[in-house]
């Protein structure tokens, strides 16, 4: 065992949250060690957020091109995965190299330790021979693993997570996607404009099933149209692979083939094996339970997709900003998440922010619904193909304010932006009902389904 080193902060687990916040805590002048065990920076731009939108821009770029006839000529249109899969590895991902990271980090004055970390005891972490006592902070940004389902016949077969389909240099011919959630149908989407026949099999009744009804109802219809197939209300029973690919028995009897399988059915809090049960916590838990200053326990703090609040790179850094705030003693607003962005980067985009309408029935709230079709507004109309969409409001009628939106539609997540000030600055929808919306624009069409509600 080593020499037991002290520190004033420890923070296990060096994606975007965590880096955020062990390399802003080591810019105030704390001593800190920051500990990971893969890529420093995660999931996102490595294996989701920046590549996977390299994939998405280029399958867009294919949409559009094949839209030009009746808008501007005639296209030819060639689609070729080798650049895509260039541009990943020069420009995203530095062929999964870390070392850019890993400098960001030491360069603010942190310490940068590879491996697995284990809490051992209150501010007492130990990775291999080494033991490091935090006297300020413990912050656990450990992230989170691709769900395998415990499916009859999966086990052992070379099926694909988010992770191998981003790094892959050819696509297959044929492709199964089980799960119909956002990375699901992302990649789906991206592969079947590459040529790739693609068939989705979601368990719930439809696809994006914690969006609002609309929404899955669009997004099935426009992926249909691609030629997209999706089985929803159905489950895989049992999985076999062979020199041909992979066959799907499903929960109806049927039964499905591909050359290659799409494991996309969710995500998991890695808590297992880190030792959290030495302070309290509970390493079975689906997420760390944090007060409003990320605080999960006496001087240990949590941010990102271990609490539970959004696996997305945005929750992460606003929940970096709150602990940090925290541990350095600066004061200002704690964690608020009436007002949680979303955005599913499908064609079209489908963003949202705050509660559904559903769970805004189920709150008790009485709720007011607005609606405007993007096709029918001015932009709609000039946009012309790929102009699928519209703006959904959910208002509290009792208060006057919007709690939830949605935005869908060719820039459905950068229209978004106005409704997630709306909802987090609890906005009169009198104020919203004056506003000067600018003309012909996609967000114009927030001031037509405000208008909706009469």
Sequence with gaps: MGELQHVDAVVVGLGVGGEEVAGRLAEAGLSVVGIEHTLV?????????????MMIRAGNALAEARRIPGLAGTADVKPDWAPVARRIRAEATDSWDDKVAVDRFTGKGGRFVRGRATIVGPGRVRVDAHEYAAARAVVIATGTAAVVPPIDGLAGTPFWTNREAVEAERLPGSLLVLGGGAIGLELAQVMARFGVAVTIIEGSERVLAMEEPESSALVAEVLAREGVSIRAGV??????????????????????????????????ARLADLGIDSVGLDPTARSLKTDERMRAADKVWAVGDVTGNGAFTHMAMYEADVAVRDILGQGGPGADYRARPRVTFTDP???????????????GIDVRVGHASL????????HGPGNDGFIKLVVDGARDVLVGATSAGPAGGEVLGALAVGVHAQVPIGT???????????HRAIGDAVRSLG
Excluded: N
């Design 235 to 268: 489950r895989a029973g049992h999985v076999a692979h062979s020199v041909g690919g992979f066959a799907v028995t499903l929960t109806d009897g049927q039964t499905v083939t591909g050359e290659q399988l799409l494991v996309a059915t969710g995500r998991t």
């Design 432 to 442: 919203l009902r004056s506003t000067i919306w600018a003309y012909p624009t996609f």
């Design 375 to 382: 096709p029918s507004s001015s932009r709609g109309f000039i």
């Design 349 to 363: 985009e489908i963003g949202a922010v705050g509660l559904t309408e559903s769970q805004a029935r189920d709150a």
């Design 41 to 53: 920076g995660g999931e996102c731009p490595y294996w989701g957020c920046i590549p996977t939108k």
